[in-house]
């Protein structure tokens, strides 16, 4: 598994997924964003179901790099489009954009996209994923995520929910962002109206950074999403749920990589993501994460965590048993030898 490097040694182009469910504003957003980007040089790739491109005509690009992909959805047919339109940007010789910015159809599970930067070693080699930007409708997002298990994935898969409409919505939102805190409680939420979110605020997150991540997961707390003060569930009972556990180590770095194999094996199509920082002997603190069982490692930066503080894990998805779990990984401890 390749080692990521930091955020201030990285030179690879960013990739920002920018997604969410039909009608929620994905590309007045995206408008809003390529406005305010202050002559930075971006490259938008819009991915359309269908033959016939109307996305692309309401987006003003201007003379930046606009790249349509019809015909099909990202996360199935036309993901070969995507690899060969990135592999032609990255291999231009004094124009290769600042950042890429890739707007997937409303019904596109994030996923499979995801999985194609880190399963694929070229584009690895040129391109980091940045962020997962997920715009969320304010009035209808409750209603959608309960109906449709990809908005829920979307939602959850977010490392910026952007809730928009939010002049629009009775209850000012509160039910919205009930909802994104239920599924997404780890992403950070902007809150807006008509799509004006600044291009700051959007690119340059390093969210699937290890130093970011590391960062994060050091504040967590032992959580799992619950009803909210009323005692109202807002999410089905098999919809996608995040546990975050603290489980002591340091963990042996075989039998942690088989406990990852089997848990990616038993359960990868129902776990959407990882994200974790363990002690691991002989390796000191590690930065784990995984996306729909493709997976990476990547030293943990100095401070991080002390060396002998436990380990924090999140998990997202369907079905997960948090105990089992953490009996699980309690189980792949190494010696405590001070060898970490």
């Known amino acids: 598994m390749p080692d990521q490097a930091g955020p201030d040694t990285d030179d690879r182009i960013p990739v920002t997924v920018l997604t969410g469910w039909l009608g929620a504003g994905k590309t007045t957003v995206l408008n809003h964003l390529l406005a305010t980007a202050d002559g930075q040089r971006l490259a938008v790739i819009v991915n359309e179901f269908g033959d016939i491109g109307i996305d692309g005509t309401l987006i003003d690009a201007g003379p930046l790099d606009l790249i349509e992909l019809n015909s099909g959805c990202l996360c199935c047919v036309v993901r070969g489009d995507l690899i060969r339109s990135l592999k032609a940007l990255a291999a231009r010789d004094g124009s290769r954009p600042d950042a890429v910015v890739i707007e997937t159809t409303g019904v596109a599970h994030p996923a499979p996209v995801l999985q194609t930067f880190l399963a694929d070693q070229v584009l690895a080699g040129h391109f980091r994923l940045d962020a997962v ?49 239920a599924h997404a409680p780890f992403a950070t939420l902007l809150k807006v109206d008509r799509g004006r979110v600044p291009a700051a605020a959007l690119l340059g997150r390093h969210a699937f950074d290890a130093a970011t991540l590391a960062t994060r997961l050091a504040d967590l707390s032992p959580r799992t999403p619950g009803p909210d003060a009323a005692g109202h569930q807002h999410h089905r009972n098999d919809g996608p749920a995040a546990h975050a556990l603290t489980v002591e180590g340091p963990f042996d770095p075989v039998l942690l990589a088989d406990w990852l ?8 199509d129902t776990i959407l993501r990882i994200k974790g920082i363990l002690p691991v002997a002989g390796e000191g603190m590690i930065v784990l994460q995984s996306v729909h069982r493709m ?20 998990l997202i998805g369907r079905g997960i048993e948090p105990l089992a779990v953490a009996r699980d990984l309690a189980a792949c401890r190494g010696p405590k030898n001070g060898v970490i």
Request: charged share 20%.
């Open 133 to 181: 930007v997920t715009v969320a409708d304010a009035v209808h997002l409750p209603a959608t995520v309960a109906l449709e298990p990809d908005a829920a994935d979307q939602l959850v898969l977010a490392d910026v929910v952007v809730l928009n409409k939010l002049a629009d919505a009775t209850d000012g939102g509160t039910a919205a962002e009930i909802c994104v805190a």
């Open 295 to 314: 997976t990476e490692t990547a030293p943990a930066p100095a401070g991080a965590l002390a060396q002998d503080a436990p380990g924090r894990i999140v």
């Open 261 to 268: 194999d089997h848990l990616l094996e038993a359960q990868g």
